[in-house]
């Protein structure tokens, strides 16, 4: 058994060294003092639950293995500090969250859910007439996911009107529905112009700000595309209201938003467990995280 660490970024087998830019944070802290290390989420040799504070960062498998990986998030918790905690874990590893957003007045992308083992999808009327309602123009642009997932992951775009394009979706939707619920919305025209935007939070504060490329594939920090840029208030203010309605402040979120065509902002996701931070597009961005990581053990 290894010797327990003071603080550990958990991550996965694929990237056993971590994402460098998680290592800006932790360099830092090991700077101040602190026994810091890199983990993968199943190695069982290491001594998590011996360890003063577990951070959640690139464990970029979890969907892979979401039951085993949200109870291993609990029995750490049970014995050390896990963040973010395992409550909030159990509750975003599935974008179902989103529904409950929905339901409590949030705005969000508009989403049809069909739910996993449901009957084969027949027709496309009723999913459009809900992703657009009576008085919006329909547009045969569709993406299709699934509730558990991250990146591109089970992720693809049909078009309804394209010669087979609904033969297509139907198999996709049907074939990802034996394992998952299904996500279907509309494709957002302003994903390619505008652009996605994430918003990141530390300990609750807005720190800075991404622009995601859209359908951004699976890669460290500064190897996907994405951009800095500076958020408009509206987006800030939007960002902060999502965090209104969780039950704890968060060490870190988050917040993957896009305007609608009213310019009106959209709840993309609202990452809790393996974000990518893009803590080296801001200055002062790593030393924040690191007093925020470090706080987490004065208070605890």
């Known amino acids: 058994m ?56 690139s464990t970029w498998n979890y969907h892979l293995y979401q039951e085993e990986f949200v109870q291993w998030a609990k ?37 049809f859910y069909i739910e996993k083992n449901s009957a084969p999808v027949k027709s496309f009327e009723e999913i459009l007439a809900v992703l657009y309602g009576p008085a919006e123009p329909i547009s045969p642009r569709i993406v ?23 033969q297509a979706a139907r198999e996709h939707i049907n074939q990802l529905g034996d394992n998952y619920c299904v996500m279907v919305q509309p494709f957002l025209d302003e994903v ?3 652009g996605e935007r994430a918003l990141v939070f530390i300990d609750g504060k807005f720190s800075h700000a991404i622009r995601k490329s859209a359908f951004q594939h699976l890669a460290v920090a500064g190897e996907a595309g994405e ?12 960002g902060r209201r999502v965090l209104t309605f969780l039950p704890e402040t968060p060490l870190y979120a988050r917040v993957d938003m896009v305007p609608d065509r009213y310019g009106r902002q959209l709840l993309l996701e609202l990452e809790l467990i393996e974000p990518s931070l893009f803590l080296q597009v801001e200055p002062g961005a790593a030393e924040k995280f690191a007093d925020a990581v470090q706080a987490c053990l004065s208070v605890n």
């Open 192 to 194: 390619e112009g505008y």
């Open 2 to 57: 290894k010797p327990a660490p003071d603080i550990v970024f958990v991550t996965y087998d694929d990237l056993k060294q971590g994402d460098p830019d998680d290592g800006l944070a932790l360099d830092i802290l090991s700077a101040r003092g602190f026994n810091c290390s890199f983990a993968d989420w199943r190695d069982q040799s290491f001594p998590f639950t011996q360890s003063r504070l577990v951070i959640l960062r």
């Open 75 to 111: 029995n750490v918790a049970a014995h050390t500090i896990l963040k973010n905690s395992p409550e909030l874990v159990d509750w975003n590893h599935d974008k179902r969250y989103l529904r409950q957003l929905s339901e409590s007045g949030l705005r969000i992308a508009p989403t």
């Open 144 to 166: 299709v996911k699934p509730s558990v997932g991250l990146s591109t992951f089970g992720v693809k775009k049909f078009d309804l009107a394209e010669s087979g394009g609904q």
């Open 227 to 238: 951009a800095r840029v500076q958020a408009t208030e509206s987006e800030i203010e939007f």
